[in-house]
């Protein structure tokens, strides 16, 4: 796995991460906290695929770390990862935070991918935080 700075990917919404490139592909992670309008954080150190995509639908639709939704979709994996609201909430909210003029055809079709798609890392995120069950020998 190799890292490297990353002024580029994010420097149009000063979000402070590092590129982490690796076998399954590219993720970042925060350098510092990222703080949202309404005051929700983002802690340092959480690692995010950006907006979760085929590569197919990159020329449509954007990179996965595309400027324009790239804080929406680190939020949006926070909330699967930890699961501190339900799936369809953090989808909702997705939603509604892609609500911005030049997303509007983009907006839905993101939303329609996330809720088709979304279920199976919602699914590995669970069985992560399930406690193990120790085998006595």
């Known amino acids: 796995m190799s890292k490297m700075r990353s002024n580029e990917i994010a420097q149009w919404q000063r979000i402070p991460c590092e590129l982490i490139l690796t076998r399954r592909g590219t993720l ?55 699961q501190i609201t339900t799936r369809l909430e953090a989808d909702r909210w997705f939603r509604a935070a892609l609500a911005k003029p030049w997303l509007r055809i983009r907006r839905h079709l993101i939303y329609i991918g996330v809720r088709a798609g979304g279920w199976y890392a919602w699914r590995q995120h669970a069985k992560s935080k399930r406690p193990r069950r120790e085998i006595e020998l």
């Open 28 to 82: 970042i992670r925060l350098l510092e906290p990222l703080v949202y309008d309404d005051g929700f954080v983002v802690p340092a150190g959480f690692v995010s695929d950006g907006c979760s995509m085929p590569r197919l639908l990159w020329s449509a639709l954007g990179h996965p770390f595309f400027h324009r939704f790239l804080r929406e979709a680190i939020r949006h994996d926070y909330l699967y990862k930890t």
